[in-house]
């Protein structure tokens, strides 16, 4: 039983850059989180997407996008890449309460370390 | 004010030593709490839920005072392996489903 994958692991872009990070949920998770976590800090909700459509949102700029596809899978763009956007990407994977069952436990990948130089 | 605050780390404590963490969070509307352990370099990893009622897991005692919106978890014979950052961390309902909201984390180190 696959964990929460993401992909790449690392990665290095100038300022001005876009950059997509990608993400697989665990098995039979069908709601993806994306976190970021500068050095440092806890991780910050950027959002979270459920069916294919973004249900919840923090306090990022419209610079940051992302979409689920129909397999759960997702993936986060950044646009126009500011230094201070250097930090560790996380993705996390749930279950839909809305489904029944109460887990409200997330499932993190190990994450993608972006650096903006 | 930050949504969920901690005690500023590090700690530093010897083995077997007990450690204390505190947290409060500021949204009266949170619902489900937890701590979560993050190594250095690696992704939050679930520690445990916390639950009005106090619960405990073998050394660890997690306990919840939601009038206080106050939140600890307490070590008892620390062990090297507890070394680690521990994130205080509330769940905010809305839309599909869990969004979490982290404190900036505690520092732990545990020495021999």
Redesign the interface.
Known sequence: DAGVTQSPTHLIKTRGQQVTLRCSPKSGHD?V?W?QQAL??????IF????EEE??R?NFPDRFSGHQFPNYSSELNVNALLLGDSA?Y?C?S?????TGDNN???F????TQLSVL | RKEVEQDPGPFNVPEGATVAFNCTYSNSASQSFFWYRQDCRKEPKLLMSVYSSGNEDGRFTAQLNRASQYISLLIRDSKLSDSATYLCVVNVRGGAGTALIFGKGTTLSVSS
Do not use: D, I, M, V
């Open positions: 709601t989180s976190y440092g800090q806890g991780p910050q909700f979270q997407y459920y069916e249900r919840q923090g560790l996380l996390a749930s279950l839909n309460y809305r409200e436990k997330l993190f990948g190990s994450g």
